[in-house]
């Protein structure tokens, strides 16, 4: 009895403990051609849409290239480098956007293939992403997530557009490393799956709750009802896992990535269901950031892009969490000269358990905090603080940049377009009148 207790104990205390990955937006393009140009893609084949001039380089870029997709050599080298760190993490969560944009465009009037060699090479990017990890990480469950560019034509629904087929194609694909999917993945890509440690991790197709999503309104309802489901019939210990995070894209022009809608419900499943909430994880942006929801103190955490094509330099995060505890190690690779860098969250920014509402406080009363997050969040060091912001905000701020802090800000704190605007009106030069 006494052995049994002690087991139980020692279970009990082990169950909110482990460390993991995250990665997201991939982009292996497999297309990639080592001595072409960014202005061509690093294509060797022309675009249905793109450039016609195919210019070739004076370097030759095997690992990677600023402002083009990823190579197999970088996704390579991030998963040797995720190996180095941890051999054997609880999990690997890769949070979507696995195809390189244009890949779709390869083929038509003026590309060298056809449309159904396109769809297989489309097919061979999730074999070749997935040998890499299967050969990496043979022990490790690696849970795939869908993002808006993982499909024949982005942000389309499932069923209408890609088809049954290239679900049950995934579906059968990531299997082996994700473990039992359940069959809610052939209504739309979205399901749920235990960890070894007992996490559940919710995974979102949000496709179908952004605003430039083409397909029924039913099936992105379903999906809703789904999400419902799953918080309702889970205990504790649950993971919020999507591709497009609900909030504010600043890039280029600030825009609101869901509907009113699904961003009410999906704020109210929160708000409703915390206790039970470790973690929201996002992608999509391409750069490290956050959201603060309100009521709640659980953020929806953005992790920049391994694809360096906003010029950005590839990297990704490992997680530690034990009880109310949590830390995370961001790792980037830099492009030019192919070191690894990396920094401590609680270490740099001086908040323990990634309190997130404590480091929006000091984002905004602190400006060397400030320079240091825009240029971490970009996998750049605070020396490129101005390159940085430029990856971060598009040209549209940067000759205003007192627009662009308050603007990123303001991203940080809401994730409705009507409060962002309200959130800007309100930011006054108080907060940033020690710029320099
Ligand atoms: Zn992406």
Not at 23 to 41: F, G, M, Q, R, V
Not at 333 to 349: A, G, I
Not at 404 to 426: N, R, V
Request: hydrophobic share 35%.
């Amino acid at each position: 009895m006494m052995v049994f207790l002690i087991q139980l104990l020692l279970w009990g205390s082990l169950k909110v403990k482990g460390n993991f990955f995250v990665l997201t937006d991939l982009h292996y393009d497999i297309a990639y051609e080592p001595n072409y140009s960014s202005k061509s893609y690093c294509h060797s084949i022309a675009l249905s849409e793109g450039p016609a001039i195919l210019e070739k380089s004076i370097d030759k870029a095997i690992s990677g290239r600023y402002y083009c997709d990823s190579p197999i050599d970088l996704i390579n080298k991030v998963a040797w480098k995720m190996k180095e760190i941890d051999s054997i993490p609880d999990f690997i969560l890769i949070l979507g956007d696995h195809l390189a944009h244009h890949t779709m465009e390869l083929f038509a009037e003026s590309g060298n293939l056809n449309l159904e060699e396109t769809k297989e090479l489309v097919k061979k990017t999730y074999v070749d992403i997935d040998s890499v990890f299967k050969t990496v990480f043979p022990e490790s469950q690696v849970i795939y997530l869908i993002g808006n560019n993982d499909g024949y034509v982005d942000y389309e629904s499932f069923i209408d557009g890609q088809g049954e087929e290239y679900l049950e194609f995934l579906y059968n694909n990531w299997k082996e490393l994700t473990g039992e999917i359940d069959t809610s993945f052939y209504e739309g890509g979205y399901y749920s799956v235990f960890t070894d440690n007992r996490l559940k991790i919710i995974c979102l197709n949000s496709n179908y709750f952004s605003y430039k999503f083409e397909g029924s309104k039913q099936e992105s309802n379903n999906q809703m009802a789904w999400f419902k489901q799953e918080l309702n019939d889970s205990e504790e210990n649950v993971i919020i896992a999507m591709h497009i995070p609900p909030g504010i894209s600043i890039y280029n022009k600030a825009q609101q990535l869901w509907t009113d809608e699904y961003l009410e419900k999906f704020t109210e499943l929160v708000q409703v269901h915390k206790e039970k909430i470790l973690f929201i994880f996002a992608g999509h942006l391409h750069f490290s950031s956050f959201e603060l929801l309100p009521d709640v103190d659980i953020p929806i955490i953005i992790h920049k892009s391994v694809s360096p094509i906003y010029g950005n330099n590839p990297g990704f995060r490992y997680y530690t969490y034990r009880d109310n505890f949590s830390d995370y190690i961001d790792y980037s690779l830099e492009l030019k000269n192919f070191k690894w860098d990396s920094y401590r969250f609680s270490q740099l920014f001086e908040i323990d358990s990634l309190n997130m509402k404590s480091l929006y406080k000091s984002l905004v009363n602190d400006y060397g905090k400030l320079k240091n997050y825009i240029s971490k969040a970009v996998g750049f060091d605070l020396a490129d603080i101005e390159k940085s912001w430029k990856i971060l905000l598009d040209m549209d701020y940067t000759s205003d940049k007192e627009l662009g802090i308050a603007t990123f800000l303001c991203s940080l704190l809401e994730i409705s377009y009507d409060k962002f605007q309200i959130c800007m009106e309100k930011m006054n030069s108080n907060m940033i009148n020690n710029l320099d």
